[in-house]
Protein backbone atom coordinates (compact mmCIF):
# COMPACT_ATOMS: atom_id res chain seq x y z
CA UNK A 1 0.00 0.00 0.00
CA UNK A 2 1.39 3.54 -0.95
CA UNK A 3 0.56 5.85 1.53
CA UNK A 4 -0.66 9.94 0.46
CA UNK A 5 0.01 12.72 2.14
CA UNK A 6 -3.34 12.13 4.43
CA UNK A 7 -1.56 8.88 5.60
CA UNK A 8 -4.15 6.86 3.63
CA UNK A 9 -3.66 4.28 1.00
CA UNK A 10 -4.13 5.62 -2.99
CA UNK A 11 -7.88 5.18 -3.62
CA UNK A 12 -8.61 6.03 -0.11
CA UNK A 13 -9.90 8.97 1.40
CA UNK A 14 -9.07 10.42 4.84
CA UNK A 15 -12.12 11.05 6.97
CA UNK A 16 -11.87 12.42 9.89
CA UNK A 17 -13.48 11.68 13.15
CA UNK A 18 -16.36 13.38 15.15
CA UNK A 19 -19.35 12.29 17.07
CA UNK A 20 -22.97 12.87 15.98
CA UNK A 21 -26.08 11.11 17.02
CA UNK A 22 -26.71 7.92 14.83
CA UNK A 23 -30.15 8.77 12.67
CA UNK A 24 -30.96 5.14 13.02
CA UNK A 25 -30.63 4.69 16.98
CA UNK A 26 -30.44 8.26 17.97
CA UNK A 27 -27.57 6.91 20.21
CA UNK A 28 -24.32 9.66 20.21
CA UNK A 29 -21.49 7.41 18.74
CA UNK A 30 -17.65 8.82 18.61
CA UNK A 31 -15.81 7.87 15.85
CA UNK A 32 -11.67 7.77 15.19
CA UNK A 33 -10.49 9.02 11.81
CA UNK A 34 -10.24 6.47 9.22
CA UNK A 35 -10.01 5.66 5.40
CA UNK A 36 -12.16 4.85 3.33
CA UNK A 37 -12.40 3.77 -0.13
CA UNK A 38 -13.02 6.55 -2.88
CA UNK A 39 -15.03 4.14 -4.63
CA UNK A 40 -17.32 0.70 -4.34
CA UNK A 41 -14.90 -2.40 -5.09
CA UNK A 42 -15.50 -3.06 -8.85
CA UNK A 43 -15.07 -6.57 -10.89
CA UNK A 44 -11.81 -5.68 -12.03
CA UNK A 45 -10.36 -5.41 -8.27
CA UNK A 46 -12.25 -8.48 -7.06
CA UNK A 47 -10.86 -10.74 -9.83
CA UNK A 48 -6.96 -11.08 -8.17
CA UNK A 49 -8.94 -12.33 -4.86
CA UNK A 50 -10.43 -14.88 -6.81
CA UNK A 51 -7.24 -15.71 -8.59
CA UNK A 52 -5.46 -16.12 -5.52
CA UNK A 53 -8.16 -18.10 -4.03
CA UNK A 54 -8.47 -16.25 -1.05
CA UNK A 55 -12.20 -15.00 -2.45
CA UNK A 56 -15.37 -17.25 -3.86
CA UNK A 57 -16.44 -15.93 -6.84
CA UNK A 58 -19.55 -13.71 -7.36
CA UNK A 59 -22.58 -15.18 -8.61
CA UNK A 60 -22.23 -15.29 -12.64
CA UNK A 61 -23.87 -13.00 -14.73
CA UNK A 62 -26.50 -14.91 -16.92
CA UNK A 63 -28.35 -13.18 -19.98
CA UNK A 64 -31.54 -15.05 -20.34
CA UNK A 65 -32.78 -17.34 -17.81
CA UNK A 66 -36.19 -17.26 -16.91
CA UNK A 67 -35.20 -19.31 -13.53
CA UNK A 68 -32.25 -17.23 -12.61
CA UNK A 69 -33.82 -13.46 -13.53
CA UNK A 70 -31.87 -11.39 -10.75
CA UNK A 71 -28.97 -12.93 -12.15
CA UNK A 72 -29.26 -10.71 -15.24
CA UNK A 73 -28.28 -8.22 -13.29
CA UNK A 74 -24.80 -9.28 -11.78
CA UNK A 75 -21.72 -7.85 -13.45
CA UNK A 76 -19.48 -10.87 -12.75
CA UNK A 77 -18.77 -12.39 -16.21
CA UNK A 78 -20.33 -9.89 -17.97
CA UNK A 79 -18.71 -8.34 -20.77
CA UNK A 80 -17.18 -4.85 -20.67
CA UNK A 81 -18.42 -4.29 -16.86
CA UNK A 82 -14.98 -4.59 -15.26
CA UNK A 83 -14.94 -1.22 -13.74
CA UNK A 84 -18.65 -1.16 -12.51
CA UNK A 85 -19.07 -2.63 -8.75
CA UNK A 86 -18.70 -6.20 -8.14
CA UNK A 87 -21.77 -7.01 -7.01
CA UNK A 88 -23.45 -10.86 -6.47
CA UNK A 89 -21.68 -11.23 -3.28
CA UNK A 90 -23.04 -11.70 0.30
CA UNK A 91 -20.96 -10.48 3.17
CA UNK A 92 -18.97 -13.33 3.71
CA UNK A 93 -16.84 -12.71 0.39
CA UNK A 94 -16.90 -9.37 1.12
CA UNK A 95 -15.26 -9.82 4.52
CA UNK A 96 -12.61 -11.93 2.71
CA UNK A 97 -12.12 -9.44 0.11
CA UNK A 98 -11.19 -6.62 2.61
CA UNK A 99 -8.98 -9.10 4.32
CA UNK A 100 -7.14 -9.89 1.81
CA UNK A 101 -6.32 -6.20 1.00
CA UNK A 102 -5.66 -5.79 4.60
CA UNK A 103 -8.50 -3.69 5.03
CA UNK A 104 -12.22 -4.15 6.66
CA UNK A 105 -15.24 -3.18 6.00
CA UNK A 106 -16.32 -0.34 7.67
CA UNK A 107 -19.26 -0.07 10.40
CA UNK A 108 -22.27 1.48 9.72
CA UNK A 109 -21.38 4.35 11.89
CA UNK A 110 -18.32 5.00 9.78
CA UNK A 111 -20.41 4.85 6.95
CA UNK A 112 -23.03 7.17 7.42
CA UNK A 113 -20.42 9.57 9.05
CA UNK A 114 -19.31 10.06 5.73
CA UNK A 115 -22.42 9.90 3.75
CA UNK A 116 -23.89 12.78 6.22
CA UNK A 117 -20.53 15.24 5.30
CA UNK A 118 -19.49 14.29 9.01
CA UNK A 119 -20.53 16.84 11.41
CA UNK A 120 -22.29 19.02 8.85
CA UNK A 121 -24.99 16.04 9.08
CA UNK A 122 -26.16 16.28 5.66
CA UNK A 123 -29.03 13.98 4.59
CA UNK A 124 -27.48 13.05 1.92
CA UNK A 125 -23.39 12.92 0.72
CA UNK A 126 -24.77 15.29 -1.43
CA UNK A 127 -25.90 18.06 0.71
CA UNK A 128 -29.50 19.16 0.86
CA UNK A 129 -30.40 18.55 -2.78
CA UNK A 130 -33.30 16.69 -3.64
CA UNK A 131 -32.69 13.00 -5.09
CA UNK A 132 -32.28 12.85 -8.62
CA UNK A 133 -30.51 11.25 -11.49
CA UNK A 134 -27.71 14.16 -11.60
CA UNK A 135 -26.19 12.58 -8.13
CA UNK A 136 -27.32 9.14 -7.68
CA UNK A 137 -28.07 5.87 -9.86
CA UNK A 138 -31.07 4.85 -8.38
CA UNK A 139 -34.32 4.04 -10.58
CA UNK A 140 -34.83 6.52 -12.82
CA UNK A 141 -37.42 6.12 -16.00
CA UNK A 142 -34.33 3.61 -17.64
CA UNK A 143 -34.32 1.56 -15.04
CA UNK A 144 -38.12 0.93 -15.12
CA UNK A 145 -38.13 0.33 -18.93
CA UNK A 146 -35.19 -2.18 -18.32
CA UNK A 147 -36.87 -3.71 -15.75
CA UNK A 148 -40.15 -4.33 -18.36
CA UNK A 149 -38.28 -6.31 -21.07
CA UNK A 150 -37.84 -8.69 -18.23
CA UNK A 151 -41.34 -8.86 -17.55
CA UNK A 152 -40.55 -6.86 -13.72
CA UNK A 153 -42.85 -4.38 -12.78
CA UNK A 154 -40.59 -1.56 -10.83
CA UNK A 155 -41.29 2.44 -9.19
CA UNK A 156 -38.92 4.86 -9.94
CA UNK A 157 -37.18 6.93 -7.29
CA UNK A 158 -37.05 10.02 -9.87
CA UNK A 159 -38.53 10.96 -13.57
CA UNK A 160 -35.59 11.02 -15.65
CA UNK A 161 -33.35 8.85 -17.34
CA UNK A 162 -30.16 8.55 -15.17
CA UNK A 163 -27.81 7.05 -17.60
CA UNK A 164 -27.74 3.53 -16.32
CA UNK A 165 -30.33 1.23 -16.34
CA UNK A 166 -28.54 -1.20 -13.70
CA UNK A 167 -25.29 -0.48 -12.10
CA UNK A 168 -22.94 2.64 -13.51
CA UNK A 169 -19.10 2.50 -13.73
CA UNK A 170 -17.80 3.54 -10.02
CA UNK A 171 -17.49 7.26 -9.74
CA UNK A 172 -20.21 8.32 -12.90
CA UNK A 173 -21.85 10.10 -10.51
CA UNK A 174 -19.33 13.04 -9.23
CA UNK A 175 -21.92 15.58 -8.28
CA UNK A 176 -23.36 13.24 -5.23
CA UNK A 177 -19.52 12.92 -4.00
CA UNK A 178 -19.25 13.62 -0.25
CA UNK A 179 -16.92 16.31 1.42
CA UNK A 180 -13.54 14.31 0.90
CA UNK A 181 -14.47 13.19 -2.74
CA UNK A 182 -16.21 9.72 -1.98
CA UNK A 183 -18.25 8.46 -5.19
CA UNK A 184 -21.70 6.22 -4.47
CA UNK A 185 -22.12 6.68 -0.93
CA UNK A 186 -25.67 6.94 -1.69
CA UNK A 187 -26.95 4.66 -4.86
CA UNK A 188 -25.27 2.23 -7.44
CA UNK A 189 -24.84 -0.44 -4.80
CA UNK A 190 -26.28 -1.13 -1.38
CA UNK A 191 -22.77 -1.86 0.34
CA UNK A 192 -22.40 -4.20 3.02
CA UNK A 193 -20.90 -3.07 6.28
CA UNK A 194 -19.05 -4.77 9.82
CA UNK A 195 -21.84 -3.93 11.79
CA UNK A 196 -24.13 -7.07 13.47
CA UNK A 197 -27.90 -6.25 13.92
CA UNK A 198 -29.28 -9.79 15.26
CA UNK A 199 -27.37 -12.15 13.98
CA UNK A 200 -27.84 -9.90 10.63
CA UNK A 201 -25.20 -7.24 8.80
CA UNK A 202 -25.79 -4.50 7.95
CA UNK A 203 -26.22 -2.78 4.19
CA UNK A 204 -26.40 0.59 3.92
CA UNK A 205 -26.80 3.38 0.89
CA UNK A 206 -29.74 2.30 -1.44
CA UNK A 207 -28.82 0.94 -4.79
CA UNK A 208 -29.41 1.00 -8.68
CA UNK A 209 -32.66 -0.49 -7.93
CA UNK A 210 -33.87 1.68 -4.85
CA UNK A 211 -37.26 3.56 -5.96
CA UNK A 212 -38.46 4.94 -2.30
CA UNK A 213 -36.98 7.85 -0.90
CA UNK A 214 -36.40 6.30 2.41
CA UNK A 215 -33.98 4.62 1.66
CA UNK A 216 -31.69 6.94 -0.83
CA UNK A 217 -30.00 8.54 2.15
CA UNK A 218 -26.89 8.67 4.67
CA UNK A 219 -28.70 6.96 7.69
CA UNK A 220 -30.68 3.86 5.93
CA UNK A 221 -30.22 0.65 7.30
CA UNK A 222 -30.81 -2.42 6.05
CA UNK A 223 -29.54 -5.55 7.78
CA UNK A 224 -29.86 -9.16 5.49
CA UNK A 225 -29.11 -12.46 6.52
CA UNK A 226 -24.58 -12.41 5.65
CA UNK A 227 -25.59 -15.07 3.54
CA UNK A 228 -28.30 -13.06 1.36
CA UNK A 229 -26.92 -13.06 -2.02
CA UNK A 230 -27.70 -10.06 -4.54
CA UNK A 231 -27.46 -8.02 -7.54
CA UNK A 232 -27.96 -4.56 -5.53
CA UNK A 233 -25.19 -5.53 -3.08
CA UNK A 234 -21.83 -4.43 -3.12
CA UNK A 235 -19.26 -3.27 -0.58
CA UNK A 236 -15.86 -1.11 0.09
CA UNK A 237 -13.33 -1.00 2.32
CA UNK A 238 -11.99 0.84 5.20
CA UNK A 239 -8.87 1.17 6.88
Same mark, same amino acid.
Given at each position: ???? @?????? /???? *???????????? @???? $???????? #? +??? *?? +?? =??CVDAGACAAPSEHIE???? #?? &?? #???? &? /??? =??? &????????????? @?????? #??? $????? +??EWAARNGDAGDEHPWGAGPVEGKVTNACGSECVQNAATLGLSWLSAYPEDDGWPETAPVGSFRAGDDRWGVHDLVGNMSEWTATEDAGRRVLMGGNWSTYGHEWLNAHARDPQAPSENNSAYGFRCAL
Open positions: MVPT @ATGCPL /GMAA *ISGGTFVVGATS @ASVT $LKPFCLDV #H +EVT *IA +EY =GPKDPN #HQ &WQ #HFCN &W /GAP =GRS &WQPVNCVDWFRAD @AYCTFV #HRR $LPTAE +EF
